[in-house]
């Protein structure tokens, strides 16, 4: 029996690496699966992959940044499965820029995709959830959101903002047995992890290896399973140690 088995989980990014990664993952542990995006035939094609009998996955289109589209897609994951227990949220738009020279509305670009889209999603399916008894809500968010870097303002502001959101989140539904945790990666690839080699590198000891998007997934199902339920509002940072370096 899996470990998700019957659970149904909404997942977002899906046309990422990492958004695949965790759909099959949590279908492989038995979950019924809602995958939300923009982009339907992306989904369409995910969805074919992972379950062909299409019998335990699902897919809408959403704006993230309209509320009744948000309340829509928890309306559909309990009209298709019944119930809604898990919430994946992984949005995550970049755009290099200098703090005094970016523009107002790429501020709000950014902030709105990477720290209000969690946040607007997570309040959607939170009747559904006080209904089903509880449930968890994984942010993936990035370790930009601890670490200062140049020309990323930002990004880092966002995913700092995304992080203290779901630990106030956190705190305010721990009552309704509603678990909401962080995931920071470092970088990811699809391809084999590699050691960071670059001339400003940190020691030997410190170096933290690339991640696939497999690391990320594994860490969602243990962040969502029973076996974390004594967790809550924790960020993990799994980015191989780069997190410790002053040269991340």
């Known amino acids: 029996m899996g470990q998700i088995e019957k659970k149904t989980a909404v997942i977002t990014g899906a046309g990422s690496e990492i958004g695949r990664e965790i759909a099959r993952r949590f279908f492989d542990e038995g979950a019924n699966i809602l995958l939300a995006g923009a982009d339907d035939g992306a989904l369409k094609e995910m969805c074919a992959q992972i379950d062909p009998g299409g019998n335990r996955i699902f897919y809408m289109t959403f704006d993230f940044r309209k509320d009744d589209d948000c309340r829509e897609l ?77 020309g990323m303002g930002l990004y880092c502001t966002s995913h700092a903002a995304l992080q203290m959101l779901s630990k106030v989140m956190a705190k305010e539904l721990s009552s309704d047995n509603i678990r909401i945790n962080l995931i920071c990666p470092a970088i990811v690839t699809d391809s084999e992890p590699q050691v960071s080699e670059t001339n400003d590198a940190p020691p030997p000891e410190l170096r933290g290896k690339s991640g696939n998007p497999r690391d990320v997934a594994d860490a969602a199902l243990f962040l969502v399973s029973d076996r974390s339920e004594w967790l809550t509002g924790i960020t993990l940072n799994l980015d191989g140690g780069r997190h410790l370096s002053p040269n991340p």
């Open 74 to 150: 928890a309306r559909f994951a309990v009209a298709h499965t019944g119930r809604i227990d898990i919430l994946v949220n992984h949005f995550d738009y970049k755009q290099p820029g200098r703090l005094d020279e970016v523009q107002m509305d790429l501020w709000n670009e950014i902030l709105g995709t990477n720290a209000l889209a969690p946040w607007r999603l997570g309040v959607a399916v939170l009747p559904e959830m006080r209904k089903a008894g509880g449930g968890a809500i994984v942010n993936i968010s990035s370790i930009a959101g601890e670490t200062a870097f140049a």
